[in-house]
């Protein structure tokens, strides 16, 4: 019964061989196909980035024009997959529809189901990335009940997400009233960049092990997108802005470091801790930086900023946040600055998942050319009742 090893979150398993993203958590290291975040973060745009993923090298100046061009060509959402939106309550949240929608693609592109072909494979990869953010900027306007935006061919990745989410007019243009300001593009870009992959994070290996299958892309994705969902991954930058408010001023956070330190309530400091950082996580520091230029543009005194930086100044002065290593995580500063780019708080999930469709369909792309692909079958520690006889209804 018990010759199996019980590592029930992969503490000391690794689940595969993978050669996109690379984690060092005691240095703060995090490289995608051995190229520094920090440099990433500061030179590329999100599709060269999204590329490097699903490629393994940076493209060229043609191979990313070429790749823009079939990301934004396939950015158009099918007219009766918009209508699946009318479906959905008007308080739905944007994560329910983006699971269901995302889930739905397989419904239109049979051809692609059986996975057989690569180049197939690369089309239906580079499809995902370029509808998610049309399916995401349409679940906030069903949710605000405004007209959908159709996606622009001639504006960038993030500037075409802008617009369709904030765009006044369903004749699709910006007026001189709501211009994109390219600075919340560029922040949008960094955001989008650093949430772009994590090696097998939970909705990274979820994406997998559903691949292991043969399960179609767009099935594998949406259960991605379910697991990312939880407060404890994905969720967590939403769960940040919302603890924010609750806790409401600075003289109130010992008490929230108290109550996250009490062995016997549950609360948790929301984008503290992370299971491989136990040093610092470098997004976290990179993201820090961005927030101040973020809310030194939009001139906005934010307290929920200055709310950030006193729970995070009381807990890395805690013992108790010292000793078991716990430091900011990327979704600590993730959710003011969304804020300050007025995405509203229920869609930040929903941004989070649309930066890490690279990451999934890299991973789906890499496992499905694995020749030696197993369908991942966990075993299990039985701790159940032993065999015993069946007892009639009427003697129970
Ligand atoms: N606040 C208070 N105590 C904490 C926290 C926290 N945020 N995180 C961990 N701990 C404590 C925990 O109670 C446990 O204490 P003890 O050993 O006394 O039982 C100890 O630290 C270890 O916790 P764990 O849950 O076993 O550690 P883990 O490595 O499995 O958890 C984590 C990692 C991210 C799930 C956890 O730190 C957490 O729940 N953080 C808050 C949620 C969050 O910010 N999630 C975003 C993660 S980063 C983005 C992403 O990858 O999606």
Not at 190 to 201: K, M, S, V
Not at 232 to 239: I, K, L, R, V
Not at 362 to 369: A, N
Request: negative net charge; hydrophobic residues 40%.
């Amino acid at each position: 019964l018990d010759c199996f090893t019980h590592d029930p979150g992969f503490v000391a398993t690794a689940s595969c061989k993978s050669k996109i993203t690379y984690i060092d958590g005691d240095k703060g290291i995090l490289l995608y196909r051995g190229y520094p975040i920090e440099q990433l973060a500061e030179k590329c745009e999100f599709t060269e980035v999204a590329y490097l993923l699903m490629h393994g090298e940076l493209p060229n100046e043609n191979q990313l024009l070429k790749f823009n061009l079939e990301v934004s060509d396939k950015a158009i959402i099918h007219e009766s997959l918009r209508k699946f939106f009318d479906g959905f309550h008007y308080d739905a949240h944007p994560m329910a529809m983006l699971v269901g929608v995302v889930g739905s693609l397989s419904a239109f592109y049979h051809s692609e189901l059986n996975n057989k072909d690569p180049a197939q494979r690369f089309i239906s990869a580079t499809r995902m990335i370029g509808k998610m953010p049309t399916i995401a900027a349409a679940s906030y306007r069903h949710s605000v009940g405004r007209p959908f935006v159709y996606p622009r061919m001639d504006l960038g990745y993030c500037e075409n997400f802008m617009n369709m989410m904030f765009s006044r007019s369903s004749q699709n243009y910006i007026d001189q009233d709501h211009y994109i300001d390219q600075d919340f593009v560029k922040a949008l870009n960094l955001l989008f960049i650093l949430h772009a992959d994590h090696e097998q994070n939970a909705s990274t290996s979820t994406v997998r092990l559903a691949g292991s299958t043969g399960a179609n892309p767009y099935a594998c994705v949406a259960a991605g997108i379910a697991a990312l969902w939880g407060p404890a991954h994905g969720g967590a930058n939403e769960a940040v802005l919302n603890m924010l408010a609750e806790i409401g001023t600075a003289e109130n956070v010992p008490k929230y470091i108290a109550k996250a330190k009490d062995p016997n309530d549950p609360f948790r400091l929301m984008g503290f801790g992370h299971r491989v950082y136990k040093n610092f996580d470098p997004r976290a520091t990179i993201i820090r930086k961005t927030c101040y230029e973020v809310l030194k543009k939009t001139q906005t005194d934010d307290p929920l900023f200055e709310l950030a930086l006193a729970v995070e100044e009381h807990a890395l002065k805690d013992e108790y946040f010292i000793e078991k290593k716990l430091y900011p995580n990327v979704d600590f500063y993730s959710g003011v600055i969304y804020k300050a780019l007025n995405i509203p708080v229920d869609m930040f999930t929903v941004m989070f998942a649309i930066a890490r469709t690279a990451g999934w369909v890299s991973h789906w792309l890499e496992m499905m050319e694995d020749p030696n692909k197993l369908i991942s079958r966990p075993r299990q520690l039985y701790v159940g009742p032993a065999q015993r006889d069946y007892i009639p209804i009427n003697t129970r």
